[in-house]
């Protein structure tokens, strides 16, 4: 009886060591992302992603978007500003179709000038960090929950005693229909520096 226990035991072990054998680390993710506006307009733009594995349970991750908006604060006019990303994963299986991940890495802000009084479209840069739970429950669908925090510093644009800093934390959803094998489509929902950002995805997998 205790052998038999000793080796169900080794088993699960050996299983749950292996890869997730249902969620690919390979892929290129296009799309168009909407922010709602708070001191400026809607925002409206696209996001990049490109994920690269090294092996079963490591990977790169490369963020890259845009985003346009009128900004009101102490100027009028129209602004863009892009953020970039490149993120170190690490992934383990909670069960045969559930990952656990986290990311960390660096991030840069590029905006068309100094905004101040506003956080929106100014050169900044910093760390991040993200956990999350990703699974591809069935053949056709999967889903992403992420909770993650951002570093960045915009006390040269903002009066920091008046200013509510909340720019920090992000949370997300996102899911996936595979309608093929290497294409799939996808929605997404976040609440981010940018504010309530929901997006369109067209992803890619190998």
Not at 30 to 43: C, L, M, N, Q, V
Not at 97 to 107: H, W
Not at 160 to 187: A, Q, R
């Amino acid at each position: 009886m205790k052998k038999a226990l000793f080796l169900a035991l080794l088993s699960s072990i050996s299983l749950t060591a292996q890869a997730n054998d249902k969620l690919s680390y390979d892929y290129w993710q296009f799309g168009y992302i909407h922010s709602a506006g708070e001191t400026t307009s809607d925002k409206k733009g696209y996001k990049i992603d490109l994920v690269g594995s090294f092996d079963n349970s490591t990977y790169l991750r490369y963020i890259a978007q845009e985003q346009t908006a009128d900004v009101w604060n102490t100027v009028i006019g129209e602004v863009t500003a892009k953020e970039y990303s490149l993120a170190f994963g690490w992934h383990t299986p909670v069960t045969r179709s559930t990952d656990f991940f986290a990311e960390v890495g660096y991030l840069k802000q590029d905006g068309e000038g100094i905004i101040r009084g506003d956080t929106y479209g100014n050169d900044e840069d910093g760390y991040l960090a993200n956990i999350g739970i990703r699974s591809r429950f069935s053949a056709n669908w999967e889903y992403t929950l992420t909770a993650g925090y951002r570093d960045v510093d915009f006390s040269p644009y903002v009066d920091e005693l008046n200013h509510e800093d909340d720019n920090d934390t992000v949370y997300g959803f996102e899911t996936h229909y595979y309608f093929s094998k290497l294409w799939s489509v996808g929605i997404s929902v976040s609440e981010e520096a940018t504010g309530l950002t929901s997006g369109l995805h067209l992803r890619f997998t190998p």
